[in-house]
Nanobody
Framework: QVQLVESGGGLVQAGGSLRLSCAAS????????MGWYRQAPGKQRELVAT???????NYADSLKGRFTISRDNAKNTVYLQMNSLKPEDTAVYRC?????????WGRGTQVTVSS
């Protein structure tokens, strides 16, 4: 089994920054890719960014330049640096990781951006 635990969410004013972390644990040889998704109230879940163990990244077009994904392979941890936050970034952010052909998900962390 694989567990993903997010941390780092919270309340921030518009224009501020937050850094999310997600640590993966459990029985696996590799977890690849890892990524972040978000879901705002009344909206569908959407991709934020993904990253492979080799460092290849993929971002939602609307978030490029403000959000940066990174990972520490030794710690099986993925990070999301979020800058210049906007009220529309308010959502539950969930971590995802793929082990073999199965996707695992964290419970999510709330990010609220006040105007």
């Amino acid at each position: 089994q694989v567990q993903l635990v997010e941390s780092g969410g919270g309340l921030v004013q518009a224009g501020g920054s937050l850094r999310l972390s997600c640590a993966a644990s459990g029985s696996f040889f590799s977890i690849n890719p890892m990524g972040w998704y978000r879901q705002a109230p009344g909206k569908q879940r959407e991709l934020v960014a993904t990253i492979t163990s080799g460092g290849a990244t993929n971002y939602a077009d609307s978030l490029k330049g403000r959000f940066t994904i990174s990972r520490d392979n030794a710690k099986n941890t993925v990070y999301l640096q979020m800058n210049s936050l906007k009220p529309e970034d308010t959502a539950v952010y969930r971590c995802q990781g793929r082990v073999r052909f199965t996707d695992f998900w964290g419970r999510g962390t709330q990010v609220t951006v006040s105007s």
